[in-house]
Nanobody, 124 residues
């Protein structure tokens, strides 16, 4: 059974930084593409960033490009999201996601496993 557990969320002032972590178990982590999404209450879940199994390819939503960095450590079965220059509009619940195979896609339906989410709040 695949389990994804996020951590690292919290409250930060605008302009600050946070690093989210997602620890994965129950899967062969090194063959999975990993991603981050975020969701506000009453809204759809939106793609944030993704990284392929070998870290050769990453992809970001335009809204976070240049501020967020996704990375992974296959030895630790963990994916990270470094978030810098945070803005109040980055406030959301952030979800870790996994999908088997080498392809990055941005639609929610293409991801097979999800974490429980971690709250990020950016104050102005």
């Amino acid at each position: 059974q695949v389990q994804l557990v996020e951590s690292g969320g919290g409250l930060v002032q605008a302009g600050g930084s946070l690093r989210l972590s997602c620890a994965a178990s129950g899967l062969t982590f090194s063959v999975y593409t990993m991603g981050w999404f975020r969701q506000d209450p009453g809204k759809e879940r939106d793609f944030v960033a993704a990284i392929t199994w070998n870290s050769m390819n990453t992809y970001y939503a335009d809204s976070v490009k240049g501020r967020f960095t996704i990375s992974r450590d296959n030895a630790k079965n963990t994916v990270y999201l470094q978030m810098n220059s945070l803005k109040p509009e980055d406030t959301s619940v952030y979800y870790c996601a996994a999908r088997p195979g080498p392809t990055i896609i941005t639609v929610v339906s293409g991801w097979t496993s999800w974490g429980q989410g971690t709250q990020v709040t950016v104050s102005s």
